[in-house]
């Protein structure tokens, strides 16, 4: 088996730069207490100011104040690294969190899907830097090898055995993930690499250093199998992102909006599913969250649809108060069918699909204003059909032929003689719920070339009652 590691290692700050308008203006993470508050990690334009993780806020700011700060949440970390194994997932069934800030997953066996290594590294790496995340990127046998040739590597590609003993000797000894303390005996004793701790008898190393070393080297060569523990994605998905200001303009709100059903979709993805309904969370300063729900009729998780819903469903709201944060959640997650489409589309370039015509529709008009017309079993032209509903559809009789257009009310059929091209068929129905009906429809032609459907009441005489026009 081949696997790929992931390092990430700026995860906490780019989680907080993605979310952010202007990534590029000087910010800092911040961590410690009110008393003395430190600088946990910056992004490269804060440090061209001349800050530098460590430092205190007061020296930080005696440099400049031309800098904007968050705080840093650890919990974050792994609420991301969460997030990208639900990503990576959709790349491979063997995804693991064994190590902190790093994805490990096997990839060999998504070869015949997603293409050489070479080929899938690029589509790894287009598709991280979409979401916003700096990265490095190892492939190896193993993956505690992996982990570790991503200390000191980027694009590495060791296929073989032979090869990656080579690589992992150059290393230093220590970034090769020893004990620290058993890092510290091998500097003293002169051993600066792994390819002379290699070159010791066994049996010395055994003695003089605790048997986890031993088992620390083994597994790095591929000599002692690792077990990890892989990664299964949540039937949930809760994205949240802060905001730096108060915002009073649901236009204002589209930036992050973007960010979270970007991130929904890229969730959506690595589980094979789409979503059907989901819920925005208006986070306020003071009072209770506002709700915005977007319901969809069919699942789907193409970005770009679920945001023009998702906004239109925005723009519909009157904001309360200032907005703090926005949250997305969605528990319905069912299986994705994709759409059957011809081989050669001819549909125009412009035209939308109906599926995501008919959901931008009911975003900006209502659920209620846009609804599927169903068939019923039931022999009467104005009982035959209903709007949707939860009564299960029908199909039409096979052969029977029916108007396209139905009048609301019958009319008289002001025209003497019109020419009978079909009938008569008889319609005796509705006893059971007070509303029968004994009628004789025809097929007809009026003077003007109009083909109509009528009818005359069984036993009587007088016009014929229009019920609807052929097209």
């Given amino acids: 088996m081949l696997w790929a590691c992931i390092l990430l290692p700026q995860l906490a700050l780019d989680a907080v730069l993605r979310g952010h308008p ?19 990690t910056v992004n490269p334009a804060a440090r061209a100011l001349g800050l530098r993780p460590g430092q205190t806020l007061t020296a930080a700011q005696t440099l400049t104040r031309s800098f ?27 995804v693991s969190l064994h190590y902190p800030r790093v994805l490990v997953l096997e990839v060999e ?11 899938f590294e690029a589509r790894l790496r287009a598709e991280l830097k979409a979401l916003g995340f700096r990265h490095r990127i190892v492939l190896a046998p193993n993956p505690a090898a992996a982990r570790v040739l991503a200390n000191a590597h980027d694009g590495l590609a060791v296929m073989d055995s032979a090869h990656l003993r080579d690589c992992l000797a150059r290393l230093p000894i220590d970034r090769v993930g020893l004990p620290r303390e058993a890092a510290i005996a091998f500097n003293r004793m002169g051993l600066r690499t792994l390819r002379q701790v290699l070159e010791l008898p066994r049996d010395t190393l055994a003695r003089r250093f605790p048997a986890d070393v031993l088992r620390h080297i083994d597994t790095l060569l591929g000599a002692r199998p690792m077990a990890l523990e892989c990664y299964q994605p949540p039937d949930h998905i809760d994205l949240r992102i802060e905001l730096n200001f108060d915002v009073e303009s649901s236009q204002a709100l589209l930036f992050p909006l973007r960010r979270l059903v970007g991130d929904l979709a890229a969730f959506l993805a690595g589980r094979d599913s789409g979503v059907q309904r989901f819920t925005l969370h208006l986070e306020h300063a003071e009072g209770a969250d506002t709700e915005v729900p ?14 023009e819903l998702a906004r239109g469903r925005l723009e519909q709201v009157q ?13 319905d997650l069912p299986a994705f069918v994709p759409q059957h489409r011809e081989l050669f589309d001819e549909r125009p370039q412009q035209a939308l699909p109906w599926e995501q015509l008919r959901e931008r529709l009911r975003a900006r008009l209502g659920d209620h204003a846009v609804q599927p017309l169903l068939a019923r079993a039931d022999h009467r032209p104005e009982c035959a059909w209903q709007l949707g509903g939860d009564v299960p559809p029908t199909s039409p009789a096979a052969g029977v032929l029916r108007p396209g257009w139905l009048l609301r009310q019958p009319q008289a059929l002001h025209e003497a003689m019109p020419h009978m091209l079909a009938g008569p068929e008889r319609v005796e129905s509705g006893w059971w719920d007070g509303a029968d009906v004994r009628r004789d429809y025809y097929l007809v032609e009026t003077r003007s070339g109009q083909r109509a459907w009528v009818y005359r009441q069984v036993g009587e005489g007088g016009p014929l009652w229009l019920q609807g026009w052929f097209a």
């Avoid at 202007?22 to 911040?30: T, V």
């Fill in 109 to 119: 066996s998504s070869f015949n899907l997603f293409g050489p290594w070479p080929v």
């Fill in 319 to 331: 904001l309360r108060a200032a907005t703090r944060a926005v949250r997305l959640w969605a528990k």
């Fill in 294 to 307: 977007v319901g969809l009729l069919s699942a789907e998780r193409d970005a770009g649809m679920l945001f």
């Fill in 68 to 94: 904007s700060m968050v705080d840093h949440d650890p919990a974050d970390i792994q609420r991301w690294q969460n997030f990208l194994a639900a990503w990576a997932y959709r790349f491979s069934s063997q």
């Fill in 22 to 40: 202007d990534p590029d203006a000087p910010l800092a993470l911040m961590s410690g207490g009110a008393q003395r508050r430190v600088l946990q």
